[in-house]
């Protein structure tokens, strides 16, 4: 789903299916920062047209697969994400 939902319900949509996440994984850095990056794949989400509940279906391709890149940082003993990155049709996460 590369749009966000806002502009899916101005356009009288929403989402339904599913989003799964895998391959998680987690690297401490240091006592205080950490890397986490996992794996999506949007390939049973689609688009619903709210006034009709219609589901607009679409083929999967290798977009529907995306890889996320958070570092995290602990600051008065809570873990905050300070940078986040994504890159779609990543090949290590088609599933």
């Known amino acids: 789903m590369a749009r966000n939902i806002a502009d899916y319900k101005k356009d009288g949509k929403s989402i ?3 989003i799964r996440v ?6 401490m850095q240091t006592r205080t920062m ?3 990056t996992y794996c999506t794949s949007d390939r049973d989400a689609y688009a619903k047209k709210i006034s009709s509940g219609k589901i607009l279906r679409t083929r999967p391709s290798k977009d529907a697969f995306s890889q996320y ?3 995290l940082e602990k600051k008065d003993g809570i873990w905050r994400i300070h940078r986040a ?4 049709g990543v090949a290590a996460c088609a599933r």
Do not use: F, K, L
């Open 16 to 18: 339904t299916g599913a």
């Open 22 to 27: 895998y391959d998680r994984s987690m690297r």
């Open 34 to 36: 950490a890397t986490v």
């Open 69 to 71: 890149t958070d570092g």
């Open 85 to 88: 990155t994504s890159q779609m």
